[in-house]
């Protein structure tokens, strides 16, 4: 057995990132929960053998299945403001000693809908982990678009 302090001074980051989906707002947040599948996968490879799942309940999780049958949560709903607002905290699977907030914002933009994430972050944080959360939830964000403007 180990016990020891690590010299990793904590750090706090944030990082934000928003697009403009042209839909309305009420089909923006039903694909967020509908269809989680549809636009957060890592690559086309892995998008059908690790679907992402979110469940839409205070402490629901938004999740990554994993092909043994075993899972990644992301994130558990801490707060539901249906087509308005919603809050989930967590690890995002990272194997340093971090706490994260992610706040998502769905507002009225013309007549389409901005999204935005504000993700913020606490701990062992690597000077590249913050920027790594921005282009995955962009690269999220833009496969949603994608995908609510093809219907």
């Known amino acids: ?58 402490g629901g999780r938004f999740y990554i299945e994993l092909p043994d049958g075993g899972f990644n949560v992301i994130g558990e709903l801490t707060m539901i403001k249906p087509n308005h607002k919603i809050r989930m905290r967590g690890d995002c699977t990272m194997e340093k000693a971090v706490l994260m907030n992610m706040t998502i914002s769905f507002e009225d933009a013309g007549d389409g809908t901005r999204v935005s994430i504000d993700h913020r972050m606490s701990g062992e944080i690597p000077d590249d982990f913050p920027e790594g959360f921005e282009e995955g939830w962009l690269d999220g964000l833009q496969k949603l678009k994608k995908l609510v403007e093809s219907k």
Request: charge should be negative.
């Open 1 to 58: 057995m180990s016990t020891k302090f690590l010299e990793t001074q904590p750090r706090v980051a944030q990082s934000q990132t928003e697009i403009t989906i042209d839909a309305p707002r009420s089909v923006v947040y039903r694909a967020w929960f509908d269809e989680p599948h549809n636009w957060f996968y890592e690559s086309e490879d892995t998008k059908d053998s690790k679907p992402t799942r979110c469940e839409e309940r205070m």
